[in-house]
């Protein structure tokens, strides 16, 4: 329920901010991932896609599940890119 909480704020934070800035990422849960993909990569860019998948799924861990489905697709995606 904390993470809920905590992904909630801050997707409130990020779509406070407006779109701009990120490139495509125009929904502000798509660019939360992003940008938790990107500070992956750079603390450790030796990271697989299955690692990086695994450890961002593990960030975005909810208690929906169309949310989980949503962030897992999400998660895939940024660290293929």
């Known amino acids: 329920m904390r993470c809920l909480l905590v992904f909630l704020v801050v997707c409130a934070v990020a779509f406070a901010q407006g779109p701009g800035g990120h490139g495509e990422h125009g929904n502000p849960a798509e660019r939360l991932v992003a940008d938790e993909v990107a500070a992956l990569l750079k603390a450790t860019p030796s990271l697989t896609v299955d690692q990086c998948t695994a450890k961002c799924d593990a960030v ?22």
């Open 60 to 81: 975005f861990a909810l208690d929906a599940p169309q949310d989980e489905t949503l962030t897992d697709r999400d998660c895939a995606f940024e660290c293929r890119v």
